[in-house]
């Protein structure tokens, strides 16, 4: 029977086997070879190199147009494309990669990681997961994630894209796990859900208001407790919240503990935080998005006493382990929890028996993303490259040099410590007698932009109890300590220059 949208047959037609195709390969795969291999021997020049020119300038105008040109439709030779990136692109890089680059929190990528991206694309898997290598290696990384970070086995975890999607991955879980309920099938709608609530301290990145918005709490019931003076959550302001929200009827779903926070390192009291989440039959969640790596270190390890019991932990091999982006990474204690929060099969995708899709445990089912790259190769690689060691120790060089930068603060009349150096993250900025508070503000501002724009060094700003500071987190395996004794110095000395500058009122 003849389907009622095929079209009328048409007797010109070629034959399916005359049909040719389209290929996107190349003509000539020597020529293409060749530029290829010129393209690595460039990029190894320029990571050689990477230190002797500035971390970051400004893209300059004419070069803006130039990139923003119409879609091409006609075909321009390979080796001239590569032309325009050397020339285009190559020259205004992030400045991640340079040694003296410390914002926000951006790892550094490594050269062997890169080429194992290269890789991982020649080979282009898709990673929802069927029966192939790659998912074996995946599962595998997944598994040295939770050995290296003292997790037990029996649990689950997924490669993301980010800290944010492996946080907002774990509430998604802690939601289906605890509602008692089919959420999935109700949602925040059903008459059986309850008001939930979820506790974190003020200090807790962005991932959780953008997480809660999205899993259809609001905001609103995303509780931001008030921190210590090392940053850090106080668990008997927790404990009063929790208890005025349950006499208001609300249920607490989830506790947040931040190993490491993003504004400065700081590490809560997980050990605390898990025990008030058992007495209130919530979900413990730890965000160590570059934190929970320094367990790599057995001298700082210490430091994140209680991180295994969380019940989630979410991590970024982006940033501490300095694989390039994209590798986030969440892992679950609870057998079975996150399969159940996300396993959907509908018959276009439902696994087989046997043959490609005779694999039990895709990663489809472990999160919301269907396709998905292949992450876990460049992990995989680095880390039977490198050994876990390695990653230990430039983790620890990384915490004695923001220590030593602190104390070199402490010492400079010049320069002012903004905030406890808990881990690897330095908050600090210039100071002068007689200015008002808004004028040092204005005044680390300005300095700030000027180190970024001189090409001297890449610090971030954030705001403190104190004021605005300078913000050094060091995830950079590339920084030795001169590098950050120079940046001191230019601190310094950027003040004296623009500390009676007119942009200083
Ligand atoms: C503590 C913390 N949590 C979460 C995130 C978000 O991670 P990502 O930028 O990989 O989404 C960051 C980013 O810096 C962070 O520092």
Redesign the pocket.
């Known amino acids: 029977m003849s389907h009622p949208a095929s079209p009328p047959e048409d007797l010109e037609a070629p034959e399916l086997a005359e049909l040719g195709g389209d290929t996107l390969d190349p003509r000539d795969w020597g020529e293409l070879r060749a530029l290829g291999h010129r393209m690595i021997d460039d990029m190894f020049a320029f990571l050689e190199t990477v230190r002797e020119r500035p971390p970051w300038r400004p893209v300059p105008r004419e070069i803006e147009a130039q990139l923003r040109q119409p879609a091409p439709s006609d075909a321009t030779p390979f080796a001239e494309v590569y032309r325009d990136f050397t020339k285009l692109v190559l020259p205004y890089p992030n400045g991640n990669i340079h040694p003296r680059f410390w914002g926000?929190?951006?790892g550094t990528g490594t050269p062997f990681a890169m080429l194992a991206d290269l890789l991982a694309s020649g080979l282009n898997p898709q990673m929802a997961g069927f029966a192939h290598a790659a998912v074996i290696v995946e599962q595998t990384v997944i598994s040295w994630c939770q050995q290296l970070l003292g997790f037990g086995g029996a649990g689950s975890g997924l490669l993301t894209?980010?800290?944010?999607?492996?946080?907002l991955t774990a509430v998604a879980v802690a939601r289906h796990a605890l509602a008692g309920f089919d959420v999935r099938a109700g949602g925040l709608q059903d008459p059986a859900c309850p008001r939930w609530v979820v506790y974190g301290s003020t200090e807790?990145?962005?991932?959780a208001r953008k997480s809660m918005e999205l899993l259809g709490f609001g905001h609103r019931a995303l509780r931001l407790i008030d921190v210590d003076d090392d940053y850090r959550i106080s668990v008997a302001k927790l404990r009063a919240r929790l208890a005025a929200d349950r006499a208001a009827g609300l249920t607490p779903l989830c506790i947040l503990g931040?190993?490491?926070?993003?504004n400065t390192g700081a590490i809560d009291d997980l050990h605390a935080l898990a025990d008030v989440a058992a007495e209130h039959g919530a979900w413990f969640h730890v965000?160590?998005?570059?934190?929970a790596l320094a367990y790599l270190s057995l001298d700082h390890r210490e430091l994140l006493r209680g991180m295994q019991r969380a019940d989630s932990l979410?991590f970024?091999l982006?940033?501490w382990m300095s694989m390039p982006?994209?590798a986030?990474c969440v892992l679950v204690q609870r057998p079975g929890a996150q399969r159940d929060a996300f396993v959907y099969h509908p018959a276009y995708i439902a696994p087989t028996a046997r043959g490609v899709a005779g694999n039990p445990s895709p990663f489809a089912d472990l999160g919301i993303e269907l396709s998905r790259g292949f992450k876990a190769l460049k992990i995989w690689m680095s880390l039977k490259a490198h050994g876990s060691d390695a990653f230990g120790a430039a983790i620890a060089a990384n915490i004695r040099q923001a220590q030593a930068l602190g104390r070199r603060v402490e010492r400079s009349a010049r320069l002012q410590l903004m905030a406890p150096v808990s881990l690897n993250v330095v908050c600090f900025r210039y100071r002068r007698d007689g200015l008002s508070a808004a004028q040092l503000d204005a005044l680390n501002q300005e300095v700030l932009l000027q180190l970024q724009e001189r090409g001297i060094a890449v610090p971030s700003g954030t705001t403190l109890r104190g004021g605005f500071a300078l913000r050094v987190?060091n995830v950079n395996h590339r920084t030795v300590g001169a590098d950050l004794e120079a940046l001191a110095q230019a601190v310094e000395r950027l003040g004296d220059e623009l500390g009676g500058a007119p942009a200083v009122r």
């Open positions: 926000w929190v951006q894209s980010g800290g944010t999607m492996a946080n807790t990145h962005s991932w931040n190993a490491g926070t993003v965000d160590g998005a570059f934190g979410a970024d982006h940033k982006f994209e986030g987190a």
